[in-house]
């Protein structure tokens, strides 16, 4: 995975993110906006223009990196707009997430954030940002090159998030903020879960519908269940910690996917298996079970088969192949990650 440090104002952020990743990001753009049919071009090229004007308005510090990354990049900056203003289609398929996120409020290493981040082949080419910014919090933030920020890293004050892709089915206005994009900007506000969850909540947001976990370095957790445009927050259901994968856990939220029934399946799946893995982890016990940096890579490593959910997944189900994978530990500054599967690859370390 590709380590992109960059530091100063949103240009110059921009600017070294897509000179470092020049090759990455024209990659990225052919696997993705430049093979969308001309029905899809069309739409998106009548909506952007009130896209980047809700930038411009509300998050212009964010649209001055995008234009900075298009000039590094050597890319018109309306592909860069294109990576990082998607439009999101009505029906989800399987295929559109199989990610897994937890957050354990404490033990021997402190707070810990793990996340796999699941598609399907071939994988678009990733990177990890390290973001320090002329005014804000510096975080790392881990995104597909090219794109700003897709809500998964951890701040230098020790609050980590992650995400999966569920859907929304409430109506949605151009004029909202994009839900990615204010939570970049959020990282660089946060000081606690607290702060992140008012932030979130605090307008209205488009996006294709998110569940979220966040941890702070006090080992206060929660999830961010965000059926766009609304934001509804969910208590963990145990001490232990919370979780959060490709469906809402909040009841009066079952519905509010569009997931298919194979791609709710396999995430009601995965919501049971952490639900009795952290169940029956024991906090203050010298034991396997223990809340550690051990018991998070063990978990992020755990495999399945065609009949139980794994996390670390080779195609077993839907296809799905986990890409890369994420540890944050808050109260230490410190950010693991790799490159392809957990069970095959060692993590390497930045630390904020």
Sequence with gaps: MRVVECSGTPAQLGEATGEALRDE???NLDMGPRRAGAEANAAWQQRAPGFVAVLKRHLPHVLEEMRGTARGAGVDESDIFRLNLPLYPHQLTPAD?????FALAGGPDGPIWGKNNDGNPPARPVCARVVRPE?????VTFTFCGMVATTDGMNAE?????????????QQSDAFLPIRLWAYEVMMRARTTGDFVELMASTPLRGKGYSIVCVDRHGTACSVEAPCPLVQVRAPRTPQGVHCVNCYQLPHLAE???????GKADAVARWQLLDTVLAEAEPQQDTEAQLDLSFAKRLLRRHGDHDHPGLCRHGECQDMETEYSMIGLPAQGRVLFLEGHPCQESYGELTL
């Design 135 to 139: 005014h804000g919090i510096p975080q």
């Design 25 to 27: 990001i024209a990659l």
């Design 97 to 101: 997430g199989g990610c897994t996120n």
């Design 158 to 170: 020790g609050v980590a998030v992650g995400h999966s892709s569920v859907g929304s089915v409430y």
């Design 256 to 262: 509010a996917d569009r997931r298919t029934p194979e």
